[in-house]
Nanobody, 122 residues
């Protein structure tokens, strides 16, 4: 059982940066693929980025590629999402998620955090 806790959200002006963190409490963090998703008001939750167990395979949504960077520190049981050049359309609740088997860009993950709000003002 993994418990995930996100932090680092906040309000930032367009063009600014934020770094989200997601700390996992379980003992098998390194065996999970870790993903970030987001959900804007009135919209469905969407994929943002995913990292394989070792961090050697990474995928990004087209909308964030080149601006966001996912990374993980397995020694600290933490995954990060560095967000640069933020746009108002990046405003959403951001969730981290852990997947026991395989890599996925769908929301078919096994464990989810509670989410952290990111608001980008124009």
């Amino acid at each position: 059982q993994e418990q995930l806790v996100e932090s680092g959200g906040g309000v930032v002006q367009a063009g600014g940066s934020l770094r989200l963190s997601c700390a996992a409490s379980g003992r098998t963090f390194s065996s999970y693929a870790m993903g970030w998703f987001r959900q804007a008001p009135g919209k469905e939750r969407e994929f943002v980025a995913v990292s394989s167990m070792s961090g050697g395979i990474i995928y990004y949504a087209v909308s964030v590629k080149g601006r966001f960077t996912i990374s993980r520190d397995n020694a600290k049981n933490t995954v990060y999402l560095q967000m640069n050049s933020l746009k108002p359309e990046d405003t959403a609740v951001y969730y981290c998620a852990a997947k026991d088997r395989g890599l996925s860009t769908k929301d078919d993950y096994d464990y989810w955090g509670q989410g952290t709000q990111v608001t980008v003002s124009s």
